[in-house]
């Protein structure tokens, strides 16, 4: 049975493909069309699917979608006219915005695809976050929590799912909470206050919460009040998101916590403001990790299970999701690694294939490389034409070069097989580089990445001697696998891991199993035997502003474009002749004998 699953129209859109009962591509718009956060109909990435299948259009036995449209426009609607006349101005674009395009989507997917309207599927879009976060972890019983912004109505969902070998599947969902009441939203708005992008910038505000103090946190509660019923209810009169497109704050907000931060200045954390932005964020970020630890703790409470999957856009918070795993009583905490919109896609497609048609359930594989792959070849070619040094070896060889590369603080962009799915780079569209200095930080900040100096850069280690570098506890190296966790870095290494190590002591890791991406593997193991500390610096092989790259030919334009030395693509490697010629000797500042 062939099944599509798309998610569109808000943000971040993909398309997923399974084929009895297993993923075999998913792939987010943004990386085939280059506009980042792409959020239209996902064409290039259906026709990536279909074309990796070798199916066509008419093979397909149903295509899901994954949310209901008609449901949220009914909360567009109901919201606009609860909200008037202080929403006169927004009502009109909100409606025009809905009845575009977005709620006829039967229609649209069929012509796109040019099949029968009889074939086009809706999931609830909590049901397909449920799903991808279930149906995905190696679990075969979990409560299951669901966190978002907002989907239909529904913005957190808590529940249990149940697979059984080869036999049915059963997701169920317990209750609910619903627009405007919701954590996504209350984050959102700090991040909007803070000046930066929401539904794309909350990561920042999470980097920024590290240097403040949670000073305001009374404040924050003033916002949000917990029921009796473990639940939650914003207080409105701070919010404006519900009324208006235009701003998510209101002017009482503004007065409780001062004048927002211009986004055209940056964050001074010297001077009163930029701390108090600093002490916004820690705030805001102390009141969501407390409120999920709270309904995390119920949750585990009713269920009584060991296992708990975490889904939605929310569940991208590294540090609430290490406090859950140490906090709720839940021995495992899996998150998928696109938890977010884009990852509905694999959701709603699995959703529709367990429980709606109730096929046989699979244990799938567990790793993020659903995208399209690289070809070095390609690159090769190209490069030679362009002058540059290029080499291609067998993997032994290659990895031993470029771990020469990495200790000579050369900085690697490294492409291999399948592009990742999700927002992060897992170690096949990755920038590598020696993690030991704050000097190779601030180099890949100025000459890469051009970003916030207090954003930090995340590491990637060996399952294997995680524990050696890490302050991992039970359960964590499952939340590191697709670097959903943050935590401490060992007090004896942070001065020789200065540049993945972030202010308050701690790092986004990734913990590597051999099995997951060999060659990635194999290389922090050589470089390990280069330097004596087998961790890299780890971050998504993009330019700011720029998707992940996903081709060859993608990497090879980032590679020209800013500092990275050498290029790497399946057996190819490629050295700028600039970095050719100002090669550094490998690093002599690490002590092997010390470690
Ligand atoms: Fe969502």
């Not at 401490?488 to 020789?496: A, H, K």
């Amino acid at each position: 049975m062939n099944i599509l699953g798309i998610s569109a129209h808000y943000h971040d859109s993909a398309a997923a493909l399974v084929i009895d009962g297993v993923p075999v591509c998913a792939v987010q718009e943004e990386r085939l069309s280059r506009h980042k956060g792409d959020a239209a109909f996902p064409l290039l990435a259906i026709e990536s699917c279909l074309q990796h299948a070798g199916i066509e259009p008419d093979e397909l036995d149903a295509v899901v979608f994954y949310e209901r449209p008609m449901l949220k426009f009914d909360r567009i609607l109901t919201c606009g006219l609860r909200a008037f006349p202080q929403s006169w101005r927004a009502f009109p674009k909100a409606m025009k915005n809905s009845l575009g395009e977005k709620v006829w989507m039967r229609g649209i997917i069929s012509s796109h695809l040019g099949m029968s309207g009889r074939k086009v599927l809706f999931t609830e879009h909590h049901q397909s976050h449920a799903a991808a976060a279930f149906l995905t972890a190696p679990t075969s019983r979990a409560a299951i929590m669901t966190v978002d912004a907002v989907g239909e109505w529904t913005t957190l969902s808590v529940g249990d799912g149940e697979r059984v070998a080869n036999g049915p599947t059963t997701i169920k969902r317990f209750r609910d909470i619903r627009f405007p009441h919701s954590l996504g939203m209350l984050y959102s708005t700090f991040t909007a206050y803070l000046g930066f992008k929401v539904n794309e910038d909350e990561y920042k505000v999470m980097g920024l919460a590290a240097y403040g103090q949670p000073t305001q946190v009374e404040h924050v509660r003033k916002l949000i009040r917990h029921t009796p019923d473990g639940a939650f209810a914003l207080d409105l009169n701070y919010f404006e998101f519900h009324t208006t497109a235009q701003r998510s704050y209101s002017s009482r907000f503004v007065e409780l916590f001062g004048p927002p931060r211009n986004p055209y200045e940056p964050i001074d954390l010297d001077t009163a403001d930029g701390q108090r932005f600093a002490d916004c964020a820690a705030s805001v970020q102390q009141v969501l990790e407390d409120t999920l630890v709270g309904l995390a703790q119920a949750l585990h409470q009713e269920t009584g299970l060991p296992d708990l999957c975490l889904g939605g856009g929310v569940a991208l918070n590294g540090v609430a999701n290490a406090r859950i795993l140490a906090e709720s009583g839940f021995e495992r905490v899996f998150v998928p690694p696109a938890p977010g919109d884009a990852g509905c896609a694999i959701g709603a497609a699995l959703y529709c294939d367990r429980i709606w048609f109730g096929n046989p359930d699979h244990d799938l594989p567990d790793h993020p490389f659903w995208g399209p792959s690289v070809d070095g070849s390609e690159l090769a070619r190209v490069a030679r034409e362009d002058g540059h040094l290029v080499g291609e070896c067998h993997d032994g060889a290659l990895i031993n070069q470029i771990a020469d590369d990495l200790a000579a603080d050369h900085i690697v962009g490294w492409m291999e097989g399948a592009l990742e799915f999700g927002p992060r780079a897992l170690g096949h569209r990755s920038i590598l580089a020696a993690p030991h200095t704050i000097e190779m930080r601030d180099r890949l900040n100025r000459e890469i990445k051009y970003r916030e100096p207090f954003r930090p850069f995340a590491p990637v280690v060996p399952f294997e001697v995680a524990e050696r570098y890490f302050d991992i506890p039970s359960g964590g190296a499952r939340l590191a696998r697709f670097m959903s966790g943050v935590f401490p870095v060992r007090r004896e290494w942070r001065s020789r891991l200065q540049a993945i190590t972030h202010v308050d002591g701690t790092a986004r890791v990734q913990v590597l199993e051999p099995a997951m991406a060999p060659r990635l593997h194999a290389l922090l193991e050589a470089y390990g035997q280069r330097t004596g500390i087998p961790v890299l610096l780890n971050t998504s092989f993009n330019l700011a502003g720029e998707p992940i790259v996903n081709r060859e030919v993608e990497g090879y334009s980032t590679f020209l474009r800013c500092g990275i030395d050498v290029l790497v693509a399946g057996e190819t490697r490629v050295m700028k002749r600039k970095a050719a010629m100002t090669k550094t000797p490998v690093n002599t500042y690490l002590n092997k004998e010390a470690v």
